[in-house]
């Protein structure tokens, strides 16, 4: 596997249940991110970790709650969802954190809660 | 928070027409970047603009990034079926915050 790959690529899941989403980057970067993508709305970053340490959060609800076990992987896990957090959950990496840094999406996970 | 402006939101056009899309922000950005998004993948990096008035080439798309670094344009010449996609720009403030604009949906059709 080369790049950032993203498991699963599909989820539907009821309000009550508890999933996880994984992210594994194969290119040796130090930065991790999660992002959200909406219909009509900018992509949206939750969190970004730095050599495994989570250095933003950007107000997102506690409902969700992202793991950084070691540089190459991220998770985010998910319980008691609402229906309005059903979008395209992208994972990136870049090489450091900085703010202008290339990053490089995985293909997403598509999440429906129903 | 900042916001990127994209216009249009949606095109459509013919293989071979050229296109232009906008990107605008009342504040200036330190650098801005392009990404082009296909259908069920993640976005992949295009370009990266730094400097005002800076004009970059890649093949049929030319970027452009303003003179006072608030706006940016790509300008798609000959456009092909493989464009298509969801183009996004993004920018880093002065103060190192990162954001990505509202994105254009390209379709081209053959």
């Known amino acids: 596997e080369t790049g950032v790959t993203q498991t699963p690529r599909h989820l539907v899941m009821g309000m009550t249940n508890k999933k996880s989403l994984k992210c594994e980057q194969h290119?040796?970067?130090?930065?991790m991110y999660w992002y959200k993508q909406s219909a009509k709305k900018p992509l949206e970053l939750m969190f970004v970790?730095?050599?495994?340490?989570?250095?933003e959060n950007n107000s997102v609800p506690s409902r969700f709650s992202p793991e950084c076990p070691n540089s190459s992987h991220l998770f985010l896990h998910l319980h008691t969802l609402q229906p309005e957090d059903s979008a395209l959950y992208l994972c990136?990496?870049?090489?450091?954190?900085?703010?202008?840094?290339?990053?490089?999406f995985g293909p997403g996970t598509r999440l429906t809660v129903l | 928070t900042q916001l990127l402006e994209q216009s249009p939101q949606f095109l459509s056009i013919q293989e071979g027409e050229n296109l232009t899309v906008y990107c605008n922000s009342s504040?200036?950005?330190?650098?801005l970047q392009w990404y082009r998004q296909e259908p069920g993948e993640g976005p992949v990096l295009l370009v990266t603009?730094?400097?005002?008035?800076e004009v970059k080439k890649l093949k049929r798309l030319t970027f452009q990034f303003g003179d006072a670094r608030k706006d940016s344009s790509l300008h798609i010449t000959a456009a092909q079926p493989g464009d298509t996609g969801l183009y996004l720009c993004?920018?880093?403030?002065?103060?190192?915050?990162?954001?990505f604009g509202t994105g254009t949906s390209l379709t081209v059709i053959p």
């Open positions: 990136a990496s870049s090489q450091d954190w900085l703010a202008g840094a290339e990053q490089f």
């Open positions: 290119l040796g970067h130090n930065a």
């Open positions: 970790y730095s050599l495994e340490e989570r250095v």
């Open positions: 504040s200036v950005f330190s650098s």
């Open positions: 603009v730094v400097t005002g008035g």
């Open positions: 993004a920018g880093e403030d002065p103060g190192n915050q990162f954001y």
